[in-house]
């Protein structure tokens, strides 16, 4: 009986274990390579692509000069899945591989915070930067300012003209947009709150105008609860329009308690208004800039000269202070004012000594045509 053949195992020699330290070496740096590589690119700057171009004419070909872009617009629209946002941001113009920045997106853990909006990007922003900026909901954000004392007809023309606004009222009148607004039957003017507004690309004027009806809504309410039971203001609305002439009629901001003041002391003893700027209100487009004697005489539902008590409607738009003036009047028996030609108002309380302050204040000027 012949006995089994056991074989040795063959032992690597020194020469094959140096063959596989070598090669495992190689894998090993190829990787942190690798692994460096990807830190670097997601950490550095992406660039935007020359916009290099060729401007064929008279079959000669010329290429244009290069323009210097500082940011790109970045639009994402809801429901975009990541692989969409990489392929919008390298269409959008920067020098980055679409393919990659997906891979980087999944391998984040974020693809799926992506949030939609409008964005802008540098061109020193890392895909790591841009992936925080879309994660974080950071939009490029512009801003409109209303002025206080605009009419309605000024803030539109300021929508019109406000940078990336989307203009849908355009061919709306004033009573459809405050229909779109939830507020039929609601004389616009005075009932958006001057102030700064922020907004993104793409954002439409109408949700801007809702912002600013709802902010008006919120301070007129806070203001009216502060009134004292003595004024004459019976509604919220009352406040308003009184607070649009304080407005319209303030040069220094510290005369509007005193304006206000005059015109309350007017109103509790049946004494019209008698103010000017609700004149220029009812006259509309046609006011050329000179108030005549003759619109003083003229009838309409503004002219206090004309008419008791307040206009039927604000004539501006109201800020803060105005608001506060109205529901709080300095104390005094002051029943005109009259401008002192350095944006203060002399005050009196006497028909006597007003025409002696209009003597005195506006000597020289050009008078009323008659």
């Known amino acids: 009986m012949s006995r089994p053949n056991h074989k040795a195992p063959k032992r690597k020699t020194p020469q094959t274990q140096g063959s596989w330290r070598a090669f495992l070496s190689l894998i090993t740096l190829s990787v942190l390579v690798v692994l460096a590589s990807a830190v670097y690119w997601v950490e550095s700057p992406m660039g935007f692509k020359s916009p290099a171009s060729s401007n064929k004419t008279d079959g000669n070909s010329s290429a244009l000069a290069l323009v210097k872009t500082e940011t790109l617009d970045l639009a994402v629209e809801p429901g975009t899945t990541p692989k969409g946002v990489a392929q919008a941001i390298a269409d959008a113009g920067t020098d980055v591989s679409p393919l990659l920045l997906r891979v980087w997106f999944r391998l984040s853990g974020q693809d799926r915070a992506i949030k939609a909006g409008s964005y802008e990007m540098t061109a020193n922003m890392s895909?790591?930067?841009?992936?925080?900026m879309l994660v974080r909901g950071e939009e490029s954000l512009k801003s409109l300012t209303l002025v206080e004392g605009w009419t309605f007809r000024q803030f539109k023309q300021a929508l019109a003209k406000a940078e990336n606004l989307k203009v849908t009222t355009q061919s709306?009148?004033?009573?459809?947009?405050?229909?779109?607004?939830?507020?039929?039957?609601?004389?616009?003017?005075?009932?958006?709150?001057p102030d700064t507004y922020t907004y993104s690309k793409g954002s439409t004027d109408l949700a801007l105008m809702q912002r600013a009806l709802k902010a008006m809504d919120r301070h007129l309410e806070k203001t009216w609860g502060q009134k004292p039971p003595h004024l004459k203001l019976v509604t919220p609305d009352d406040l308003l329009i009184l607070a649009s002439i304080v407005e319209k009629e303030t040069g220094r901001a510290s005369d509007r308690p005193l304006i206000s003041a005059v015109f309350h002391n007017r109103l509790n003893i049946g004494m019209r208004l008698q103010t000017d700027p609700t004149v220029i209100y009812g006259l509309g487009e046609t006011f050329d800039g000179n108030?005549?004697?003759?619109?003083?005489?003229?009838d309409t539902p503004y002219n206090t000269y004309t008419r008791a008590g307040l206009p039927p409607t604000p004539i501006a738009m109201p800020g803060k202070a105005a608001l506060m003036a109205a529901i709080s009047?300095?104390?005094?028996?002051?029943?005109?004012?009259?401008?002192?030609?350095?944006g203060s108002s002399h005050f009196s309380q006497s028909l006597n000594e007003h025409n002696n302050a209009v003597n005195k204040y506006q000597r020289g000027l050009s008078k009323q045509d008659p």
């Open 172 to 193: 709306l009148s004033d009573a459809d947009i405050m229909a779109q607004l939830g507020r039929p039957d609601v004389h616009p003017e005075g009932r958006f709150y």
């Open 291 to 298: 108030l005549r004697r003759v619109d003083l005489r003229t």
């Open 329 to 342: 009047p300095a104390p005094t028996n002051a029943l005109y004012f009259v401008a002192k030609g350095d």
């Open 127 to 132: 895909p790591r930067g841009v992936l925080n």
